[in-house]
């Protein structure tokens, strides 16, 4: 379960001025491949800075400045082989 979480123009943002205490991002996110056989494939769904981030408050206020906005309750994001045939 995340806190501070971001997401801006398709890329999710984890802000922790501690980046140590945040998973590391291959284990919190995928790019929802399938499946495929081989050290290739197997990289090729390691999720890239172009997915997902650990950045610091600091950073967050540069990039977000006043812009951010809250989203109460809880939220999920699924990104999937099978959810990506639904579309």
Same mark, same amino acid.
């Given at each position: 379960?995340?806190?501070?979480?971001?997401?801006?123009?398709?890329?999710?943002?984890?802000?922790?001025?501690?980046?140590?205490?945040?998973?590391?991002?291959?284990?919190?996110?995928?790019?929802?491949?399938?499946?495929?056989? =081989? +050290?290739? %494939?197997?990289?090729?769904?390691?999720?890239?800075?172009?997915? $997902?981030?650990?950045? !610091?408050?600091?950073?967050?206020?540069?990039?977000? =400045? +006043?812009? %951010?906005?809250?989203?109460?309750?809880?939220?999920?994001?699924? $990104?999937?082989?099978? !959810?990506?045939?639904?579309?």
């Amino acid at each position: 379960m995340f806190d501070k979480l971001y997401l801006l123009k398709g890329v999710l943002y984890v802000v922790s001025d501690h980046p140590s205490s945040v998973p590391d991002v291959q284990f919190i996110y995928s790019k929802a491949l399938f499946i495929g056989e =081989g +050290r290739e %494939a197997e990289l090729s769904r390691l999720p890239t800075q172009k997915e $997902i981030r650990v950045i !610091s408050t600091r950073e967050a206020k540069k990039l977000f =400045g +006043r812009g %951010a906005q809250i989203i109460d309750g809880v939220s999920v994001r699924c $990104i999937s082989p099978c !959810s990506l045939a639904f579309r």
